[in-house]
């Protein structure tokens, strides 16, 4: 459901995503390069006390970092103007199909759940969009460009590397594979909160009428309490996770450090280059934290675009009469 509803909304702005891809290359191929110029700085010109090195070295890491950072801000200009004009798109589709839907469609819906999935299912789908096209592009060709390069710098050490990613991806997997059915869960919620409130808004009269504002402020608080139990149980999860990638990256820098050092002590590797592996390990877990922020966001955008498409495929049983 998800990918068919970006395929199809998503192929007007393909130039757009054309361009994420290319300056998202050109930004991470800049960032994996910058690891290795200081390192060849440590072991070439401060170990030698080459100041000449030193400064040409150095003017080529100022040049990479401003192509580096020049590339990421056009990267994320484009994939904003994408994500944005998906969001809209779709807002206008599904206005359009629920705006020709008769009696029956709509009391089939609700009106509450309609306007919760033209809102706030399409700015999930939204977010998706322009998270995917930020992170999720960059995250494999860091993660594998990372690794590349780290192997170079020391394959002594690449052990590390195959030991702290799939530790950091079970972990957080776990954590996330726990998401989806309380992502369902909330939107199902906003459709009930909205529901209430429209009921109170709509009814106001008769509620003064008849003295009900207690019943219904007792209604409302009841819907209010059950979406936010649901948002306890996720940002419980959330604030679970940065202890696990903290714990994680911080022991695979103590490891590296630890090993590293008696390599070095060894003479079988130079302080620049254990350097540029430490960076290149850092880099590498932070892609595939990106990627699992990532796939955090998918399941809850999965359940809204299967309630998008859900209006979409719904065709009214009445149409109008065709004009002559």
Same mark, same amino acid.
């Given at each position: 459901?998800?990918?068919?509803?970006?395929?199809?909304?998503?192929?007007?702005?393909?130039?757009?995503?054309?361009?994420?891809?290319?300056?998202?290359?050109?930004?991470?191929?800049?960032? =994996?390069?910058?690891?290795?110029?200081?390192?060849?700085? /440590?072991?070439?010109?401060?170990?030698?006390?080459?100041?000449?090195?030193?400064?040409?070295?150095?003017?080529?890491?100022?040049?990479?970092?401003?192509?580096?950072?020049?590339?990421?801000?056009?990267?994320?200009?484009?994939?904003?103007?994408?994500?944005?004009?998906?969001?809209?798109?779709?807002?206008?589709?599904?206005?359009?199909?629920?705006?020709?839907?008769?009696?029956?469609?709509?009391?089939?819906?609700?009106?509450?759940?309609? /306007?919760?999935?033209?809102?706030?299912?399409?700015?999930?789908?939204?977010?998706?969009? =322009?998270?995917?096209?930020?992170?999720?592009?960059?995250?494999?060709?860091?993660?594998?460009?990372?690794?590349?390069?780290?192997?170079?710098?020391?394959?002594?050490?690449?052990?590390?590397?195959?030991?702290?990613?799939?530790?950091?991806?079970?972990?957080?997997?776990?954590?996330?594979?726990?998401?989806?059915?309380?992502?369902?869960?909330?939107?199902?919620?906003?459709?009930?909160?909205?529901?209430?409130?429209?009921?109170? /808004?709509?009814?106001?009269?008769?509620?003064?009428?008849?003295?009900?504002?207690?019943?219904?402020?007792?209604?409302?608080?009841?819907?209010?309490?059950?979406?936010?139990? /649901?948002?306890?149980?996720?940002?419980?999860?959330?604030?679970?996770?940065?202890?696990?990638?903290?714990?994680?990256?911080?022991?695979?820098?103590?490891?590296?450090?630890?090993?590293?050092?008696?390599?070095?002590?060894?003479?079988?590797?130079?302080?620049?280059?254990?350097?540029?592996?430490?960076?290149?390990?850092?880099?590498?877990?932070?892609?595939?934290?990106?990627?699992?922020?990532?796939?955090?966001?998918?399941?809850?955008?999965?359940?809204?675009?299967?309630?998008?498409?859900?209006?979409?495929?719904?065709?009214?049983?009445?149409?109008?009469?065709?004009?002559?």
């Amino acid at each position: 459901m998800l990918l068919r509803l970006l395929r199809t909304h998503a192929r007007p702005y393909l130039p757009w995503v054309v361009g994420v891809l290319v300056f998202q290359l050109i930004s991470t191929i800049a960032t =994996l390069s910058l690891p290795s110029l200081n390192a060849r700085i /440590i072991d070439n010109g401060v170990t030698k006390g080459d100041t000449d090195y030193i400064w040409s070295t150095g003017a080529v890491m100022l040049a990479v970092a401003l192509v580096q950072v020049v590339s990421a801000v056009v990267a994320v200009w484009c994939g904003a103007r994408t994500a944005i004009g998906v969001g809209r798109d779709l807002r206008r589709s599904v206005f359009l199909r629920v705006g020709s839907f008769s009696a029956r469609e709509v009391g089939s819906f609700g009106a509450p759940s309609l /306007i919760t999935r033209n809102t706030n299912d399409v700015q999930q789908i939204q977010m998706l969009t =322009l998270m995917a096209l930020n992170f999720m592009v960059m995250a494999p060709i860091m993660c594998v460009g990372g690794i590349i390069m780290a192997l170079r710098e020391d394959p002594g050490l690449s052990w590390l590397v195959w030991v702290s990613i799939p530790v950091m991806g079970v972990l957080l997997g776990l954590v996330v594979s726990r998401l989806m059915p309380w992502f369902r869960t909330m939107q199902e919620r906003i459709d009930g909160i909205n529901g209430v409130l429209r009921e109170q /808004i709509t009814g106001i009269r008769v509620i003064r009428a008849f003295v009900k504002e207690p019943f219904e402020t007792r209604r409302f608080a009841r819907a209010n309490q059950d979406i936010t139990d /649901i948002s306890l149980k996720i940002g419980a999860l959330f604030v679970l996770m940065f202890p696990v990638i903290n714990m994680v990256m911080h022991l695979a820098t103590a490891a590296v450090l630890w090993f590293g050092g008696q390599r070095v002590d060894q003479g079988q590797i130079e302080v620049g280059a254990l350097t540029a592996f430490l960076q290149y390990m850092l880099q590498i877990l932070m892609a595939v934290m990106m990627a699992t922020f990532m796939f955090m966001m998918v399941p809850r955008a999965v359940v809204s675009a299967e309630r998008i498409t859900e209006v979409l495929d719904t065709h009214p049983a009445m149409h109008p009469p065709q004009r002559s």
